[in-house]
Antibody
Framework: EVLLVESGGGFARPGGSLRLSCAAS????????MHWVRQAPGKGLVWVSR????????NYADSVRGRFTISRENARNTLYLQMSSLRAEDTGVYYC????????????WGQGTPVTVSS | QSALTQPASVSGSPGQSIAISCTGS?????????VSWYQQHPGQVPKLIIY???IRPSGVSDRFSGSKSGNTASLTISGLQGEDEANYYC???????????FGGGTQLTVL
């Protein structure tokens, strides 16, 4: 069974930092691209970032580029999202998702970890 | 990259069919057959229901179907059931520096 379990969410002040983790199991993690998708309270889904299987190709949404860093540790089957210079508009639930190759859709989702940025 | 455009809400009666549109541009929806749709019930995790414009993952009801014409993709739900009441999101690959973009979401109400 494919499982994605996020952790690391919580409360941060504007300008602060948080590091999210996503522990993957039930599939060959090192073979898959992975993404982060977020959802502000009562709002829609927003794609945040993607990393390819060996971590050499990375993309970001314009709204987080230069502030967020995606990475992965294949030996630990873990995906990360380092979030810095946090803003109130970064508040929401952050989902770890698996890329379904070659359709480039998101076939498995974690339960999400909530992030609140407030002064 | 601007979000794809979806109607904020649609409604239908049990047994009816409804369609949800997802309008993008020639850079995303119109340029790649990489449109996917997600169903999200309140308080739950999104679920993939259509990928590659019109392909259903294993286990997804055949009442759900997808299509695309030009820069607009559509999700059709036939034989509406109460359990279909949820939010639906389209997503498209754009090939740009921010390669994936979601629609704003459509709330489906089953009357």
């Amino acid at each position: 069974e494919v499982l994605l379990v996020e952790s690391g969410g919580g409360f941060a002040r504007p300008g602060g930092s948080l590091r999210l983790s996503c522990a993957a199991s039930g599939f060959n993690f090192r073979s898959y691209w992975m993404h982060w998708v977020r959802q502000a309270p009562g709002k829609g889904l927003v794609w945040v970032s993607r990393i390819n299987s060996d971590g050499t190709t990375i993309n970001y949404a314009d709204s987080v580029r230069g502030r967020f860093t995606i990475s992965r540790e294949n030996a630990r089957n873990t995906l990360y999202l380092q979030m810095s210079s946090l803003r109130a508009e970064d508040t929401g639930v952050y989902y770890c998702t698996r890329n379904a190759d070659p359709t480039w859709s998101f076939d498995y989702w974690g339960q999400g970890t909530p992030v609140t940025v407030s002064s | 990259q601007s979000a794809l455009t979806q109607p904020a809400s649609v409604s239908g009666s049990p047994g009816q069919s409804i369609a949800i549109s997802c309008t993008g541009s020639s850079s995303d929806v119109g340029n790649y057959d990489l449109v996917s749709w997600y169903q999200q019930h309140p308080g739950q995790v999104p679920k993939l229901i259509i990928y590659g414009v019109n392909i259903r993952p294993s286990g997804v009801s055949d009442r759900f179907s997808g299509s695309k014409s030009g820069n607009t993709a559509s999700l059709t739900i036939s034989g509406l059931q109460g359990e279909d009441e949820a939010n639906y999101y389209c997503c498209a690959y754009t090939g740009s520096g921010s390669p994936w973009v979601f629609g704003g979401g459509t709330q489906l109400t089953v009357l």
